[in-house]
């Protein structure tokens, strides 16, 4: 523990080593070093402690932390991870050997299923992410099985997202309850003591609010009044469903929240929601993402942006808000901050310059600003040098550390700006984008047939023109008058016709032009030296631009130990890092420079988000004294539930008079289903659980029944993609009772389709006509249609009643060739690429996946290889496919 | 009795008891003629349907018993149209589908008078056709393939597939751009970026050891 240097971190550790509890902090303030201690605690052979819900990245910061503060070789012995890579048998030497484990929760749920773990042996449970524990999560259903088997082992759980657990109906409480835990420390900042450790010794800040350009304030404005229509028309077209549109307000849509707001609402009934609503949605989140865009990309990235969301755009089916005069305005004025048309212009200082196109190339004002600081440092440097006189600028993303490290290595002259020459090699990559456009529309997206193709839209909903009239007819009106004007058409037309222009001449100069470009790529390349790209900095080096990662930042401070952070972009965890750094480190001389955008809606932002973490406090605050949660009860409800469960058992089976004589009911689940919910509750409601992998049906029932499981999106992709044809076809040649389970979400209305979705004539897109043409193909096939998870769990019972227990050895070997190996899964993401590529069909795409090694050796090889693969014509179909330059008029 | 014969092969067979029925009203797509039939509907050669309204069930519960028995084992598509009209729909569900099994009967659930009819047309225009329309697609446009690929991984979307093809051109080129093209790409922050490339490299099979063998 000596690691912790805080007062209020010793504190927080000695107190949750105390008593079994969930902690909740503030971000910012080491919630990574705080579980750090408990590994080191921990990490003895004697011990068998289990990590759950973290992701790699966070073990490996956590594996790195404890290689730190231990002695070489020691800690990291007895801190492993255990994932889907490792096989069963490593898998039980681990779980022997001890220590401190990070399993993978669904790997570690069937291990508990299935006896691998010796569950009253393990000495206790870590909890990371605690905020995302669910009453249906896999994490949930660990602690169960946890509990059920081991009443002594602590319990201990983590979290940093207090506006989580601040949100809902006592969502503290029973969160809680999940975690088998009846305690909650509440770290937030303001806690005296940690008030009192952290404001003892503060950094020099300097507060620069820089105002943003005419140009951007328009842009930002017309973006929210886009915002505030789309959202006007989503309460229009959504009365129609059940959802609270209190929610919809354009503040409420500032945040990445909403979108989880709105996807809440919405999910359960998402398929039935008009595919208008969906593109609402859609464009809200695509705005949200502009406001950000604007303020953190230069003028030309965001222009570029712009055109190609509207090369994207369907004019029959597309967006609403790009229909509006605010779109326009910010189309506009995008472009005026690249360049004007000017009749007769020509540069004086690039003469391959596009004629009667004057460039304004407006940069980013932050730029001055953190230009302005830097000459400030080095003057000072200059005066008063340090030994550490490290640099270190802190930006939102990797994009920005780039963007600025070009800034900064840009050599100041007299005679122009610093961002000066960045903006022209902007301009001309803009430029070849611009005539690579052009070929690729006139190659591809051209010859798309008049109806998309893609699945997903489903026509007969074409968004209504704007009831105000054409909008095109009248923005060409306006925009003729003048010619000096910015172009204010952004109609795909005006669009096209400037793409052409541009395209042409890029042709006519290609020679000098391109030559030109490949100079200035490779001037860039040099600037941008790989060590520093990716944050490996040396020593040595005096500027350092980083981007935020959260916790991790605590540590890059300890490493570099600046003596000036420039905070480009805000960030309230940061700020907290940086008081922690300082209170760890009282001598060092610290200053920070926090620059912002003021009146923008990143300053909004910022602020809100300081000020929802704290109300989300003091609701937790407020909550922990009113909670009541006597752990016994909770356990004891436990026993209750399993006896009556038996007891009605008994029951309806007729007659039986103990429920000793019947054994518990068996399932063998596909180990893939271990990330749904219908396992956990299958298991709480007493069934017995066999965890393997099958190939063919995700839950076998008894001998005769296989049933596949599909939630409502699951059903609309699969018919999409064929998948189900392929996966009911092989249920209905192995087993004589296959069944199809449409499971809708619980907490929404039980239907498929909403009346008035219904269109006047029978079309094959509707989900009802596949659904026809799947029963007419598979006659057997049975359909479950189940309103809820624990409505499927009363059918299975059931189905169950008058059947014989199935066989695991039997489901493991259904459908799987004799010289496949059993055990063998596929990565999902890389299996649903491969079998969407031209070529490749439910044939052969498992011989390809045991073939090659990923989809990148697949792209790289040549005609005869994939001929080999999977023969001749559909090697070809395929090379053509991935080869196929769609900007270049060949093949 | 003799087998009924309709007048034509494309229409769909009612069952006079079902006269009443509200559901009538909405079949407009494909033409029905009342008939001595044991079903309530025959929509094909060898598929019928039966109906059941769940507030009916509620009321008569021994009907569909009934009806189920005096269609004994003919046809080979039997689909039980379960009219869900009451909230308190669950147990009812839950023993239809336990019945529904015992008797080789595929249930299908209609919400409303409108779409319990859409399934009945549906089943009777749809009675030769080929599932080739619910099958693995093949071959469509270059875009729409292109953006049905990419769009597999999460995060990625319709403008992003446009930047990328616009940009590298070839499905290769996508896939051999290195993280710094990426990165710098408009709408491609760090994670689209990470998931883009986990998806190009992640090996298809999970298994390490399959994986080894097959190197050597």
Known sequence: ?891 | PPPFVPKSKTTIVVNSSQRVNPLLQFIRNVPYEYGDIVPDFVVGLTSCVLFLSIRYHLLHPEYIFNRIAALGKTYVLRVLLVLVDKDTHQQVIRELTRVAILNDFTIVCAWSNEEAARYIETYKAYENKAPDAIKERVDNDYLSKLTDCLTQIQAVNKTDVITLASTFGSFKSIMNASVDELGVLPGFGERKVKRLLEAFDQPFAIDPKKRRRRRL
Not at chain 1, 290 to 311: C, K, W
Not at chain 1, 414 to 427: E, F, H, Q, Y
Not at chain 1, 544 to 558: F, K, N
Not at chain 1, 648 to 667: D, F, N, Q, V, Y
């Open chain 1, 1 to 891: 523990m000596s690691t912790l240097p805080l007062a209020f971190q010793k504190e927080i550790v000695a107190e949750l080593v105390a008593e079994d509890a969930l902690l909740i902090m503030a971000r910012g303030l080491g919630l990574r070093s705080i579980i750090g201690a408990f590994l080191q605690i921990h990490s003895q052979s004697q011990n068998l402690v289990m990590l759950i819900n973290t992701n790699a990245e966070e073990e490996a910061a956590l594996r790195d932390d404890l290689l730190r503060s231990t002695n070489v070789g020691q800690g990291g012995a007895y801190f492993r991870t255990i994932t889907s890579e490792q096989s069963v048998t490593e898998r039980g030497d681990l779980y022997r050997y001890g220590g401190v484990l990070a399993v993978t929760s669904r790997i570690l749920v069937m291990d508990l299923l299935t006896g691998r773990i010796p569950v009253h042996l393990v000495t206790g449970i870590l909890v990371a992410n605690a905020h995302r524990v669910t009453a249906t999560s896999t994490e949930a259903f660990i602690l169960r099985l946890f509990r059920q088997g081991n009443s002594e082992g602590f319990i201990k759980a983590f979290s940093d997202h207090p506006e989580t657990f601040s949100q809902g109906f006592a969502t503290l409480e029973k969160t809680m309850k999940l975690l088998y835990l009846r305690k909650v420390n509440l770290w937030p900042r303001f806690h005296v003591t940690v008030a009192e450790g952290l404001e003892s010794n503060t950094a020099n800040v300097i507060e620069i609010r820089q105002p943003m350009s005419k140009a951007m304030k328009t842009i930002q404005a017309a973006i929210v009044d886009c915002m505030d229509s789309c959202l006007q028309e989503l309460r229009r077209s959504s009365s129609a469903i059940e959802i609270d549109i209190d929610d919809f307000t354009v503040e409420k849509a500032l945040f990445k929240s909403f979108d989880i707001i709105i996807r809440r609402q919405l999910d359960p009934i998402w398929h039935r929601v008009s595919s208008k609503t969906k593109q609402l949605v859609g464009d809200l989140k695509m705005l949200r993402n502009l406001l950000g865009y604007l303020v953190s990309y230069d003028s030309v990235n965001f222009n570029l942006y712009l055109e190609t969301i509207l090369a994207t755009h369907n004019p029959t089916a597309g967006s609403y808000w790009l229909m509006t005069d605010p779109a326009d305005k910010i189309y506009s004025t995008a472009k005026s901050r690249v360049f004007l048309h000017q009749a007769g212009y020509s540069d004086p200082d690039n003469p391959n310059m596009l004629p009667n196109m004057r460039p304004i190339l407006e940069e980013l004002p932050k730029w001055n600003v953190l230009s302005e600081i830097m000459d400030e440092i080095e003057l000072e440097m200059y005066h008063a040098p340090h030994l550490e006189d490290t640099v270190l600028i802190m930006v939102q993303d990797q994009r920005t550390c780039a963007q600025l490290r070009r800034y900064l290595s840009t050599p100041k002259s007299n005679s122009s700006t610093r961002g000066k020459p960045l903006m022209k090699d902007l301009l001309h990559g803009y430029l070849r984008w611009k005539s690579n456009m052009k070929h690729f529309k006139d190659n591809v997206a051209n010859k798309r047939p008049a109806v998309p193709a893609t699945s997903s839209s489903t026509p007969g909903n074409h968004l209504p023109a704007p009831t105000r009239g054409p909008p095109n007819k009248r923005r060409r009106v306006r925009g003729g008058g003048s010619m000096a004007a910015p172009v204010s058409k952004h109609t795909t037309a005006s669009f096209d016709k400037e793409t052409e222009a541009i395209a042409a001449f890029i042709q006519a100069t290609q020679d000098d032009s391109v030559s030109v470009a490949r100079v200035n790529d490779h001037d860039l390349e040099e600037i941008d030296d790989p060590m520093d790209y990716f944050g490996l900095v040396e020593p040595s080096s005096l500027v350092v631009v980083h981007s935020y990662t959260g916790e991790s930042d605590a540590g890059l401070l300890e490493s570099i130990k600046p003596r000036f952070i420039i905070m480009y972009d805000p960030d309230p965890t940061f700020v907290r890092c940086i008081e922690v750094y300082k209170a760890c480190n009282p001598g060092k001389q610290v200053r920070v420079y926090f620059t912002l955008y003021d009146d923008s809606v990143e300053e909004q932002l910022y602020l809100s988000a300081l000020r929802r973490e704290k109300d989300a406090f003091t609701k937790l605050i407020h909550d922990k004294a009113s909670m009541v949660l006597p752990i016994e009860e909770i356990r004891a409800k436990q026993v209750q539930d399993q006896s009556l469960l038996r007891n009605i058992h008994t029951r309806i089976a007729g007659g039986g008079k103990s429920g000793e004589e019947r054994p518990l009911p068996r399932i063998v689940v596909d180990s893939r289903e271990f990330r749904s919910s219908l396992p956990s509750i299958l298991h709480s409601q007493g069934m017995v659980l066999d965890p393997c992998t099958i190939t063919v049906g995700d839950y076998i029932l008894s001998p005769n029944i296989c049933v596949e499981r599909k939630s409502i999106s699951d059903l609309i992709s699969s018919f999409a993609s064929g998948r189900l044809y392929t996966q009911v076809e092989a249920m209905t040649i192995h087993y004589s009772h296959p069944v199809l389970l449409i499971e809708f979400d619980q907490d929404k209305a039980f239907s498929l389709q909403d009346k008035s979705e219904i269109r006047p004539d029978i079309s094959i897109t509707e989900l009802s006509s596949k659904l026809v043409l799947l029963t007419i193909a598979f006659p057997t096939l049975r359909l479950i249609w189940s309103s809820s998870v624990h409505a499927t769990v009363e059918i299975f019972e059931d189905l169950k009643r008058s059947e014989d227990e199935p066989d695991v050895q039997k489901a493991q070997s259904v459908g799987v060739d004799p010289e496949q190996e059993i055990e063998s899964a596929f990565n999902l993401t890389p299996q649903d690429i491969l079998r969407s590529l031209p070529g490749i069909t439910s044939k052969n795409y498992k011989h390809v996946m045991n073939n090659v090694e990923s989809l990148r050796e697949l792209v790289n090889m040549d005609t005869s290889r994939l001929a080999a693969l999977v023969g001749e014509g559909p090697a070809q179909t395929l090379w053509n496919f991935l080869n196929k330059d769609s900007r270049l008029d060949m093949i």
